[in-house]
């Protein structure tokens, strides 16, 4: 079957903050940029959080991430050099280049100069009897059901993992009308931010640390869950067991990043478990080991949203400049956005990440 | 069930749709997924797995697990947490992985 081949300048995968401002980088350069996603509204994580960001500094800490994703998106969009297309999969990269796309039921390919993949990352499971029972589900799934559809899930939620995305979607639930039976976390430390972790904890949800989920019980969907106590190996204690009686079960429990395209790609893969699982090799400007291929975002190592937005701007600051647009200014323009990127990772808080991207960068 | 009241959000829900599932009936709207529209209906249980005949449902929302596949319009493993409910659409519970050719086609 003769298949049409569509040659493009710079195909961004994934339009969440990351592949928003990569395109837009690579465009106020003057690149023509075809951005897609599969969802049928642009914006990524960014389009279910309706708190205001715990974020580093000035970088648009305290602003609501829908607020950014509408006006990224906005941007995008009224953009002359930026075609984007929604509802979108990306299913394929080829060995030559080619990317398989999928768009209602039609299926096209294209061949880019280069490729910016920003595709994010997946939700973490938790091994115990019974989870794969219908009403458990990622933290962010029921964020997404209660933010952007307007759908409470159950009435009654255990959350599993007290960082700042169980948290923080635990006061969203709280807020959208249901009851939140308990947190628990693994570790002996509350890991969210102290704001979020007051408010609640100020409207009586008790948080457990040093607590893991032992199992869930239902036949057909989840009807109550088991807690126990975990020592200072991290082994439970026998003993210490609480029932819940809950229909909803939330795991947050981390983020891997989707690497899928990349490894299909032939980008070389590292297991860093400071980034989230298995994330491509890359250089400063986020070019992995396949040339004119790139990583932005939570897929290149799960972190949050602002330095997402940041590397999405380096990657296609470079994949520009590399075509041949932008010469002026370059270099002033990539120093700022590498010392913001940095000083977004500076300090105790992004230990982790600065350990992290040590074992990923080259060049 | 459909939050009418949010501190926050505001839901601008589209026009009401008509959509079977299992063979009966249900109203969801314009611009939701059919996840959505089942889990505003109190469905929560989409397929049974293929081997060990446990009940599934979601788990990402977001298209990257596929816990949630259905049969939609007769068409088997259809991710329904990203996939648009449309108008008289015919959602059917999936037992096993779906027959996607079947002889005479
Ligand atoms: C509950 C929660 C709370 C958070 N709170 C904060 C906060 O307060 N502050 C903060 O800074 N960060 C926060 N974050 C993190 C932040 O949302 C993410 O770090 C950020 O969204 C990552 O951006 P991204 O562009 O890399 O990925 P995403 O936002 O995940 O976007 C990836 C996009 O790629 C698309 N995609 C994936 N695969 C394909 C494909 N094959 N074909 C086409 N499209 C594809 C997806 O549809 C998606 O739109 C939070 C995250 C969660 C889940
Ligand atoms: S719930 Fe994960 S793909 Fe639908």
Request: proline letters at 4%; hydrophobic letters at 40%.
């Amino acid at each position: 079957m003769q298949q049409e081949i569509s040659f493009v300048e710079i195909a961004v995968i994934g339009g969440g903050p990351a592949g928003l401002c990569a395109a837009l980088e690579a465009a106020n350069a003057g690149a023509r940029v075809i951005l897609l996603d599969r969802q049928d509204r642009l914006g990524g994580q960014l389009i279910k959080q309706t708190h205001r960001f715990f974020g580093s500094r000035s970088h648009r800490a305290s602003e609501r991430g829908i607020n950014i994703a509408a006006e990224l998106t906005g941007q995008v969009i009224s953009h002359p050099l930026i075609e984007a297309l929604t509802g979108a999969t990306v299913f394929g990269f080829y060995e030559d280049g080619v990317l398989g796309v999928e768009q209602e039921g039609r299926v096209f390919y294209l061949k880019p100069s280069r490729v910016i993949v920003a595709t994010g990352a997946s939700e973490k499971n938790l091994a115990f009897p019974n989870n794969d029972l219908p009403g458990i589900y990622g933290a962010g799934a029921v964020q997404t059901l209660v933010n952007v559809y307007g759908i409470l899930p159950g009435k009654r939620v255990l959350m599993v993992g007290a960082g700042n995305i169980g948290v923080i979607v635990s006061y969203q639930l709280l807020q959208a009308g249901m009851e939140v039976a308990a947190i628990v976390e693994a570790a002996p430390r509350i890991g969210a931010y102290w704001v979020h972790a007051a408010k609640v904890r100020r409207a009586g949800v008790p948080i457990y640390t040093s607590h893991t989920i032992k199992r869930a019980y239902g036949e057909q969907e989840v009807e109550e869950a088991v807690i126990w106590q975990l020592d200072e190996q991290g082994q439970p204690v026998p003993g210490t067991e609480k029932d819940f009686a809950v229909d909803t079960i939330c795991l947050s429990v981390g983020l891997s990043p989707l690497v899928e395209l990349l490894a299909q790609a032939g980008c070389r893969l590292a297991y860093v478990p400071q980034l989230g699982g298995h994330v491509p090799l890359r250089d400063a400007n986020l070019q992995t080991t396949v040339p004119g291929v790139y990583v932005a975002g939570d897929a290149a190592g799960v972190e949050e949203a602002s330095a997402a937005m940041m590397e999405g701007a380096l990657a296609g600051l470079h994949a520009a400049y590399s075509l041949g647009y932008g010469r002026a200014g370059y270099e002033d323009r990539r120093r700022e956005l590498q010392h913001q990127l940095d000083s977004l990772r500076s300090g105790p808080v992004g230990e982790k990440i600065r350990t992290g991207l040590a074992r990923v960068l080259a060049g | 069930m459909r939050i009418e009241q949010h501190p926050v959000l505001e839901f601008r829900r589209g026009k009401k749709i008509k959509f079977t599932f299992d063979g009966k009936e249900y109203v969801g709207y314009e611009g939701e997924t059919i996840a959505a529209a089942l889990h505003a209906a109190g469905i929560r249980v989409m397929r049974e797995s293929p081997v060990l005949h446990r009940p599934r449902g979601l788990f990402c929302a977001i298209g990257n697990c596929s816990s949630c596949l259905m049969t939609v319009n007769g068409e088997p493993n259809v991710r329904i947490c990203v996939e648009k409910l449309r108008p008289g659409m015919v959602v059917e519970s999936q037992k096993g992985k779906g027959v996607v050719y079947a002889a005479g086609n």
